[in-house]
């Protein structure tokens, strides 16, 4: 189980960013994903999680109403597009998987890819 985040980079505020999460040696399609993210000096906070049926999503109150999660199954690949972005969304951002939801929801799930950083800054 590998996941490969990628799509971070420095952008003004008020910008907007998709961030990808891509999935190999699994299918995605029986997993549920979350994004987390981790700011210097501060605990990692989960941001958004959708189910693997899709008919769930959670998001932070920080971030509901400016980012969206999604998943193109056929691609194995979930999505995070994040618009209208705060110098407080500074992070790296990690995506991670679990065949169970609430371990997503709850920030233990089993499988954890390696981080990209977005950098929001005029």
């Known amino acids: 189980v590998q996941l490969q985040a990628s799509g971070g980079g420095l952008v003004q505020p008020g910008g907007s960013l998709r961030l990808s999460c891509a999935a190999s040696?699994?299918?995605?399609?029986?997993?549920?994903i979350g994004w987390f993210r981790q700011a210097p000096g501060k605990e990692r906070e989960g941001v958004s999680c959708?189910?693997?049926?899709?008919?769930?999503?959670y998001y932070a109150d920080s971030v509901k109403g400016r980012f969206t999660i999604s998943r193109d199954n056929a691609k194995n690949t979930v999505y995070l597009q994040m618009n209208s972005l705060k110098p407080e969304d500074t992070a790296v951002y990690y995506c991670?998987?679990?065949?169970?939801?609430?371990?997503?929801?709850?920030?233990?799930?089993?499988?954890w890819g390696q981080g990209t950083q977005v950098t929001v800054s005029s």
């Open positions: 959708i189910s693997s049926s899709d008919a769930e999503t």
């Open positions: 040696g699994f299918t995605l399609d029986y997993y549920s």
């Open positions: 991670a998987t679990d065949t169970s939801y609430p371990a997503v929801v709850a920030g233990i799930p089993g499988h």
